[in-house]
């Protein structure tokens, strides 16, 4: 039967000694680690964010460019709508379609449009 004398002995219970100590030891390896999972959470929602930020500025531009040379441009006058424009300048091509094109070309969000608005109509 072999004794070991606990002074010498290298091995160490984790019943043995102080409970105290023991946590105290383990508090900042555990506050270590959550704060670098706090950092990183924290990076990464900032440039979702401000990846997100920057690309509703670009997508919100609301500024019709003027219009080119083989462009007209057109004043809405009382009961004009934008199919009866349409019509008048429709050239052969669908109505439908040049419809959708002056809505893209003007930035318009739907087809109401106002007596005295100045539209372009794009060259189809």
């Given at each position: 039967?072999?004794?070991?004398?606990?002074?010498?002995?290298?091995?160490?219970?984790i019943?043995?000694?102080?409970?105290?100590?023991t946590k105290?030891?383990?508090?900042p390896?555990?506050l270590?680690?959550?704060?670098?999972?706090?950092?990183?959470?924290?990076?990464?929602?900032?440039?979702?964010?401000?990846s997100?930020?920057?690309?509703g500025?670009?997508?919100?531009?609301?500024?019709?460019?003027?219009?080119?040379?083989?462009?007209?441009?057109?004043?809405?006058?009382?009961?004009?709508?934008?199919?009866?424009?349409?019509?008048?300048?429709?050239?052969?091509?669908d109505?439908?379609?040049?419809?959708?094109?002056?809505?893209?070309?003007?930035?318009l969000?739907?087809?109401?449009?106002?007596?005295?608005?100045?539209?372009?109509?794009?060259?189809?």
């Open positions: 039967m072999m004794i070991m004398n606990p002074s010498t002995s290298s091995y160490r219970s019943y043995c000694g102080n409970i105290r100590e105290e030891l383990a508090q390896h555990w270590i680690r959550h704060m670098a999972k706090l950092m990183i959470s924290l990076i990464v929602f900032t440039l979702v964010f401000s997100f930020l920057i690309i500025t670009n997508a919100s531009s609301t500024v019709v460019e003027g219009p080119s040379e083989s462009e007209q441009v057109v004043t809405v006058g009382s009961g004009d709508t934008l199919w009866s424009i349409a019509s008048s300048f429709k050239n052969g091509s109505i439908g379609y040049l419809v959708f094109s002056i809505k893209n070309r003007n930035n969000d739907n087809v109401t449009i106002h007596p005295g608005q100045k539209l372009i109509i794009p060259d189809i």
